[in-house]
């Protein structure tokens, strides 16, 4: 893992290549990560956009969200884990959806930072590239790649960031947690921009399952956000809303939101729940139809962002 104080010879890195490769992190779990990750990758992906979505959880979540947990696409991470430890080309599983290609998270992922630090006993900077290093040789083929980072793992969290451009950080809306798991990324993206990728920068922070997207409990997370991380710390205009129907019939059914949106279209007439006839189970929320707008404005946000900073920049 890295420190402040290590100099070292470093793999070459084509940061270019890179430059459409977010991360979604935050330091503490629950906040949103996994669900946006796979439903920003899962929209940009039916809008057309070749994309990748890179699970670096030992939980593998993002399996739950588009349905392939457990089942024969499922390599709980093996594939990922030989990649990033080889430094050998990423070999996701293709077309988990339209234009949609997976790298596979689980327990193999899990080991990775204790295998790396074996490895590359030493060598703390070439330890928190190696997925840079596996990204690179592939991310010629994708328009967009999203990285699920998990929380409280610092060196996943250190070989994430190292590998993209951008940072996406959810947040829901309570300060206790907004500055515990802000201060723990926080600390992470300084390091590892000033130790091996300069490029990395903080794309904007986004309000996860709340209850109002008021103006008043916007204006009050930004604060904390700013408190946490710093002034001019870019809020995304759009909030994720809560919805708990939404979110347990998204992973029971293995479909994203806006998958899901469609699935109510399916729904039993009200009459036939009534006599019993279909079990209540089997409605689609209609709420799934106000998250589903969340998430597509969230995604173009996202996309309208990165050609202002792009642009910005050139
Ligand atoms: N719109 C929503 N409202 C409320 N809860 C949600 C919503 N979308 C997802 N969830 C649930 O919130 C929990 C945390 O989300 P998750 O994306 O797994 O967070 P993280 O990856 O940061 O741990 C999960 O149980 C998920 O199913
Ligand atoms: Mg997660």
Not at 92 to 101: A, E, G, S, Y
Request: glycine share 10%; aromatic share 4%; proline share 5%.
């Amino acid at each position: 893992m890295l420190t402040d104080h290590d100099e070292e010879h470093v793999p070459a890195i084509d940061w270019g290549c890179l430059s459409r490769v977010l991360v979604v992190g935050n330091g503490k779990g629950g906040v949103g990560k996994t669900t946006i990750a796979a439903n920003t990758g899962g929209l940009a992906a039916a809008g057309g956009a070749r994309s990748l979505i890179v699970d670096l959880n030992g939980q593998g979540n993002v399996g739950r969200e588009l349905g392939y947990r457990k089942g024969p696409l499922d390599d709980e991470g093996q594939a990922l884990y030989e990649a990033v430890m080889n430094g050998t080309p990423l070999m996701p599983i293709r077309d988990v959806r339209p234009n949609l290609d997976i790298a596979v998270g689980g327990p193999h992922v899990g080991r990775l930072p204790a295998h790396l630090s074996l490895k590359y006993d030493g060598h703390s900077k070439r330890q928190a590239l190696m997925l840079a290093v596996a990204l690179q040789q592939v991310a010629d083929n994708y328009d967009i790649i999203v990285i699920d980072s998990p929380p409280e793992n610092p060196p996943l969290q250190q070989l994430s960031l190292a590998a993209a451009r951008w940072l996406i950080v959810p947040v829901k809306s309570d300060s206790a947690a907004i500055e515990d798991g802000l201060g723990g990324i926080a600390r992470q993206f300084a390091l590892v921009r000033k130790k091996v990728n300069p490029f990395l920068e903080l794309l904007g922070v986004v309000l996860f399952a709340s209850g109002t997207s008021s103006t008043a409990i916007r204006r009050g997370v930004a604060d904390d956000v700013e408190r946490t991380i710093g002034k001019g710390t870019p809020m995304f205009e759009s909030v994720v809303r809560h919805s708990e129907a939404v979110a347990r019939q998204s992973r029971e059914r293995g479909l994203l939101v806006h998958e899901l949106e469609q699935a109510a279209a399916n729904n039993p007439a009200f009459w036939q729940v009534r006599a019993g006839e279909v079990s209540s189970d089997q409605v689609v929320s209609q709420t799934s139809k106000s998250v589903a707008e969340d998430m597509a404005r969230l995604t173009r946000e996202v996309f309208t962002r990165l050609r202002q900073r792009e642009g910005i920049r050139a």
